[in-house]
């Protein structure tokens, strides 16, 4: 559905991302991953339109676009949810999800229709949140980063980048996070997922992408591959903390 073929980024002297290769298929879930400075936030930028890229193209569903600004990503039905959200706490969940997006009915704003959709969207996607109508402020981390999913999927996206959404969350809200990525991948859409925590890209993602110092450095099969080669591609080197303990629980296992 969407593929990168040999993207390349600079900010003035620095070279942000050099021949960068990435691919996303429908009902699949890419987990996007690399240390800090890798340039995995630059490359989702290109991606969403917020950075425009200086070599290579962006390929969607198997022809080259161009992607100069965040409306062209989402004309094409790219959606991204970015680290800090981006909701509006004195706004309710209603005028949230629509916010931009708002249904007008002879230029007056059609509460019924948004609030009887916003209710059918949290219902398709098992979103439990009191109501439709409370401030955005009450409601806990992991509610809030499932509304800004759910506002997201207002534009009927095929391709979702979420950026870092279990961070900072506990063990609970990160779980109600996971399951509402499951369902993107159920209804078809390619995900595209950052985050540093390996339980959670091993919970829930189907290949693991590996950015180091703006290169890729490996494509993993999750089900095929092993914490320790991921932490191996993500720092650039076979011994460290990791294996040096997978060593030993091996060791002791004999």
């Given at each position: ?84 959200l981006a909701l509006c706490d004195n706004l309710d969940v209603v005028a ?96 595209i997922l950052i985050s540093h925590n390996m339980a959670d890209v091993q919970a829930v993602a189907d290949r693991v992408a ?45």
């Amino acid at each position: 559905m969407l593929a990168l073929r040999g993207v390349s980024k600079r900010f003035g002297a620095v070279q942000a991302l050099t021949d960068v290769h990435l691919e996303i298929s429908p009902g699949e879930v890419v987990a996007l991953v690399g240390d800090n400075g890798a340039g995995k936030s630059t490359l989702v930028k290109t991606i969403a339109g917020v950075h425009a890229i200086d070599e290579g193209h962006i390929e969607w569903k198997g022809r080259p676009v161009q992607i100069h600004r965040p409306h062209d990503a989402q004309d094409l039905g790219i959606a991204t949810v970015y680290q800090d959200l981006a909701l509006c706490d004195n706004l309710d969940v209603v005028a949230n999800l629509f916010l931009g997006s708002e249904v007008r009915t002879a230029s007056v704003l059609d509460e019924v229709a948004m609030e009887q959709r916003a209710m059918e969207l949290l219902q398709t996607l098992s979103i439990r949140i009191p109501s439709v109508r409370i401030p955005v402020a009450s409601l806990s981390g992991g509610q809030r980063q499932v509304v800004a999913i759910a506002r997201a999927l207002i534009g009927d996206p095929q391709v979702v980048i979420l950026d870092e959404p279990t961070a900072a969350l506990g063990v609970e809200q990160t779980a109600q996070v996971l399951d509402l990525v499951e369902r993107l991948r159920e209804r078809g859409l390619g995900v595209i997922l950052i985050s540093h925590n390996m339980a959670d890209v091993q919970a829930v993602a189907d290949r693991v992408a590996v950015l180091r110092l703006g290169r890729n450095n490996g494509v993993f099969s999750v089900r095929d591959t092993s914490h320790e080669e991921i932490i191996a591609a993500i720092t650039g080197a076979t011994d460290n903390a990791v294996t040096r303990r997978q060593a030993r629980t091996t060791e002791a296992a004999k």
